[in-house]
C-alpha cells in the first residue's frame, strides 16, 4: 500500500470515483450513481424486471485472510447474478451498499468494486447506485441485482410435478472441497484440482446463460440455485412446488478430486453450500430433446433424482434401494442462534459417519486468524 | 419476552413468516417474497422504475437502547422512500436485507417489519424479498426501494441555475435537536416539542406527496432531500448543477423549541442530519404559482436561499450582510475513518462557537451504554 492509499477518503470522493468508474452508455439508465436513486426505463410492456439481493457479512461469508478484495466483490455480485439466472433473468443492473470497518484501505474498497465490475462486464450489468456507511467491525456488503425476463420466460421453485426428473448444472460440492482446503491452510495449491476447488468458492461463476437458456427453452419446469448445498435446497423446491423428491446418490456429479484429501465427494456434494449451480425439474419425456438441443459450451447437465408424489426428501444410495431420509444439513444462518462462527465453520461432519451425526462447529481456536472481531 | 419468543428459528420459518405478512394482490408483482427473486412488470413504457438503496448499522445509524425495533423498521424504510420522494417517485415495492447477531429475538424482527410494513402500506410500498443473515455483531439492515415515475416527472440535483431561490419543506433541525435528547438522557417527554424531535428522529415522515407534487408541478429544476444536513446537502446540489449557493441564515425554517435547552437551532439547523425534509431549487418567477398551486396539508415551503454562479457555498446572517464561507459539517461516514462511533456521536459544536471549530467527537465514556460493539 502507497502512502498516499491509506489517506482518509471521503464519502463523497468514493462516489465521484464510483460514477466515474461506472459511468454507462445504456440507453436504458437514464440515471445511475450520484444523484438519490437510479432510473431505468423499461424497454417494452411486455418486458419484466426481477429484483433479488443479497447481504455478505464479513468472518459469517467470507475471511478477508482467506479472500482477496476483488474476490469478494466478485463473489457479492455472483451470489445475485445467480439468483438471477435462477429465474432465467438476464442481469442489467445492480446497487452496492458497503459499510467499512475502521482502518480499511482505500485501495481494498478499490480493489472491492474492481472485482465487481469485472463480473458485472462480462454479464452486462451496471452498478446503478449504492450506499457507503461506517461499520463498528467487520465489512458489509448488500447488493441488489436488477434483471430482465419476458413473462413466459421466467421459471421459479413452483412447478414441478411428481415424475419430472431433478436435474443439476456442473458439479456439485467443489466449492466446499475450497473451503475446506482453506481451513486445513491451503491458500495456494499448484495442484489443479486444489486449484479449481479455491477458485470455486472464491470466485464463482454464476451460471446465467444456462439459466437463460433453460428458462427460455420452455422445457424445464422450475428452477433455483444451489446455494445452501443439495439438502437444504431441494426441500425448499419441494416446498414450492407442492412435492417430495428422491435423490439417486450414485448420480451425483461429485468433486471425486477431492477424495485425495480423505474427504467425502458425496458428503460435500450434498451438503456442502456455495456451489452456485442451478438445480431444475424437467418432464422425463422431455429429457432428451433437452439434452440434444442444450448449447456446448454451457456447463453439463446431470440427472440427480426426481420429484415424488409423497413428502419428503429421500436419498436412493444404490439403484433399487430403499430411499433413506436426507438428514438436513445446508447452510441456514439461524438453526443455531447462539453461534456466530462464520458460514465457513457449519460445513457438517461427512455424512459415512453415521446417522446421529450434528452440524460440526468448529473449535474456538479456529478463530484465532479472524481479524478484529 | 415470552419462553415462545425465545426459541431458536430458522431462516425459512422467517421468510415463510414475511411471505405470508407481505402476501399482496397487487397485480405488478408476479412474484413476491418467497423465490430466488422478485418480479414486478412495466405497467407501460412510459414508466420509469426508480430504484435506491440504504444501508443502516447498528451503533453507527441507530442505538438498539434509543430506538424500539419497530421505529428501526419505520426508520429504515423512511429513508429509502424519502430518496424516492426527492426524485419525485412513487413508492412501490422494496427489498430487505438484514443481519442478525446471536441472541437476537424473533419478537425483536417481527416487530421491526411490523414498523417497516406500517409505513409501508401508508405509501404503497410492499416488500418483495429480501435477505436474512447472521451478524458476529449488531444489526445490519440494507433496504432497496423501487418508485414509478414518468420520465418528465422525475427531478435530479442537477439542472439548477445561477438566480435560481434554495427551497425546502417543513422545519430543518428537528431530528438533531431529538438526537441531543437521547445524548442529555431524555428518552421519553411530555413537553411537546420534546415528543416532536424525538419522533423526527425516530420516526421520520418521508416527504413521498410533497416530492411527487414538486416534480410534477414543472415548476422545480432540481431537488434533493436533506439526509445529512445543509452544509452538507446544498455543496451536494450545486455540484451537482455546477453552481454555488448562498443560504440565508434568517430565513431557514429552525426548530426554535430547542433553544429552551440552550441549543442553537440555526446550528441544528444548517449542520443537523436526518430531518428527511426535501430540498430544491425554482425559478424565482415561477415561485408564486408555486406557493399558490402547492396543496394545503402538504408540509410547508420556505425560500432558504438561492444559487449563484460564484462556486461554493456561503452564509448570509443577517439581510445584506457579507456573505461567509459555509463549514462543512453534516454527517459523512468517512470523513474521520480512524473514528468509528455512532452517527448520533458526530453532532458539531453549535456554530456560534467560532470559526476554528471542528466536528465533536464524543468521549468514549458515552459509549458505556452500547450493547456488544
Known sequence: MSARSRRPFTEDQIIRLLASRFATADALIEMGIGDDAAVFRSAGVRQRWVVTTDMLVENVDFRRDWVRADEIGHKSLAANL????????????C???????????????????????????????????????????????????????????????????????LCVTGTLGKAAAGLKLLFAGTRRSRKRWESLALAALRTPEPRCA???????????????????GLSADVPRLCRASGTGAEIYAWCLPVFRECAERGWDPYSLALHGGEDFELLFAVRPQKLEVLKQRYPRGLPPLTVVGALTERGGVRIVKTPGSRPEPLPLEGFDHFRHPGDCATRQARLPIPAHRGAARRIRHLAADTFGRIPAV
Chains 1, 2 share one sequence.
Do not use: Q
Open 210 to 228: 444456462a439459466g437463460i437458456w433453460l428458462a427460455r427453452s420452455g422445457l424445464v419446469r422450475c428452477m433455483m440455485d444451489l446455494s445452501d
Open 82 to 93: 445467480s439468483d438471477l439466472a435462477a429465474m432465467g433473468a438476464l442481469p442489467r443492473f
Open 95 to 165: 446497487t452496492v451498499a458497503l459499510a467499512l470497518p475502521p482502518g480499511i484501505e482505500k485501495n481494498w474498497v478499490m480493489s472491492f468494486f474492481r472485482g465487481l465490475a469485472a463480473l458485472g462486464r462480462r454479464h452486462d450489468t451496471a452498478v446503478v447506485g449504492g450506499d457507503l456507511s461506517a461499520s463498528p467491525s467487520g465489512i458489509l456488503i448488500c447488493i441488489t441485482a436488477l434483471g430482465a425476463a419476458t413473462k413466459r420466460g421466467i421459471l421459479y421453485r413452483s412447478g414441478g410435478m411428481p415424475g419430472d426428473l
